[in-house]
Each structure stands twice: as structure tokens, then as C-alpha cells.
């Protein structure tokens, strides 16, 4: 069977578009999706840029960079940003898909299917979160998506804060759909594929976090 890759049916009634992959003996798109995400990836953070979304500390030193030196800074900023959003796509692409595939042993095309829709996902959340950025001033942490505004209520370790931050209903989605996604394919106990996902997310939060604690602007490539 013949499965031709079309990220938008995963986002309607999961369960068609699961059998036809797990069916599929041959993957036609892949590469032409994949290529197109990375180009939507380079999109959306060269938007982010364009608007000024993370150029804060290139804002805060303008005066002693003069006219100059601030637009090279500028301009550095926006290589710097499609960079990022290159390299972000790929890994987010390619190297859960081998993790995955070390522990599901899913044909690993089949689980660059499933990253595509996560990076999607994920991009989307970025999309929408900009307005807010731009218009509201909000930071990623204190996104109305996250959980970053309750843990200001209960803690002010900044840690805990960009942890809770880091977590959203664009992630909890993913979780869900990863897990399911790894489930119906795999034949590894539907309990160690769980604990797997969520051991996965809890170290790129728990990453994410620490990052955000040494350096809040170190993040700005992706948040912001």
C-alpha cells in the first residue's frame, strides 16, 4: 500500500489516517513535505525577526553600537534567526524519529511522519502566540497557552516558572498524539510507550528551563 503524506488529515479523526501508515509499504512526499516545513520553520522566525520579537538586548545596546553597528547587529540577527529555524526543523525532524526508532523499531519514515505533524504543531503555536508578543508584550513563559502564569502564583524560583512555561497545550497535544501515534504502530506495551514520551518532554522542558535560568535571552531564537 501507497500512503502519500498529507499532514492535514491527522488533524481531523486520528484513527484513518494512522491504518493508512501503518499499512503503508511505500511513502510517497516525505522529503517534499519535510523540505517544506524547514522553509515554513525559516517563515515563521524570519517573521518573528522582522517584527523585532527577541531583539531586545540588540534594542538595550543601540546607543553604544551607533547607526552602524546597530543595523550589522540587526542584520546578524535575522542570519542568526533562519539558522535557528533551519536547524530547530532538523532536529526536531530527524532526531526523535531515531530515539523513537531505537525503542518502538517503526519503520523510521513512518515516525518522520509523525515528527512532520509535530513540528507542525509546534509552528502553529508559534504563529499564534506572535500577536501576543507583539501587541501584549508577553513573554513566552506568561503565554495564556502555557502553565507559566499559575506557577508565578505559586513559586518564584524562576526555574520552576520557565519549566511550567515551557509546558502547554500545544505540548500536552503532541504528548498525546506521540504516544497514540507510537501505540498503534508499535507492539511495545502501550505503559513503557507513555513513560518514554513523557520522560522525552520532561527532559526538553526540564532543558528548556535551565537554559532560561542562565540566560533568559539565550532562548529568544525560539520563544522569542
Known amino acids: 500500500m501507497t500512503y502519500k503524506v498529507n499532514i492535514i488529515r491527522f488533524f481531523f479523526p486520528v484513527a ?14 516525505l522529503w517534499r513535505t519535510s523540505s517544506l516545513l524547514i522553509l515554513f520553520s525559516v517563515g515563521v522566525y524570519l517573521g518573528m525577526a522582522v517584527l523585532g520579537i527577541g531583539t531586545g538586548p540588540i534594542s538595550d545596546d543601540a546607543a553604544a553600537l551607533g547607526f552602524l553597528g546597530y543595523e550589522a547587529g540587526k542584520l546578524w540577527f535575522i542570519i542568526g534567526r533562519i539558522g535557528f529555524a533551519i536547524l530547530f526543523g532538523l532536529l526536531i525532524l530527524f532526531v526523535p ?3 523513537f526508532y531505537f525503542i518502538t523499531k517503526i519503520h523510521y ?10 513540528l507542525t504543531v509546534m509552528l502553529i ?31 518564584d524560583i524562576p526555574w520552576v516558572i520557565y519549566l511550567f ?11 498525546w498524539f506521540q504516544a497514540a501515534f507510537l501505540s498503534y504502530l508499535s507492539t511495545v ?21 535551565a537554559l ?11 520563544f522569542g
Open 212 to 222: 532560561a535560568s542562565m540566560d533568559q535571552h539565550l532562548l529568544s531564537g525560539w
Open 165 to 175: 512555561g515551557a509546558v502547554s497545550v500545544f505540548q500536552l497535544w503532541i504528548i
Open 16 to 29: 484513518d489516517s494512522l491504518l493508512r501508515v501503518k499499512k503503508a509499504e511505500v511513502i510517497k512526499g
Open 189 to 209: 506495551k502501550k505503559g513503557w510507550i507513555w513513560v518514554s514520551v513523557v520522560f522525552i518532554h520532561l527532559l526538553y522542558w526540564a532543558g528548556t528551563a
Open 125 to 155: 503555536e508559534r504563529l499564534i502566540w506572535i500577536p501576543l508578543a507583539v501587541y501584549a508584550g508577553l513573554d513566552w513563559f506568561v503565554s495564556p497557552f502555557s502553565f507559566g502564569i499559575i506557577a508565578m502564583y505559586i513559586s
Open 109 to 118: 519514515r513512518k515516525l518522520l511522519v509523525m515528527q512532520q505533524v509535530v
Open 97 to 99: 524519529s531515531l530515539i
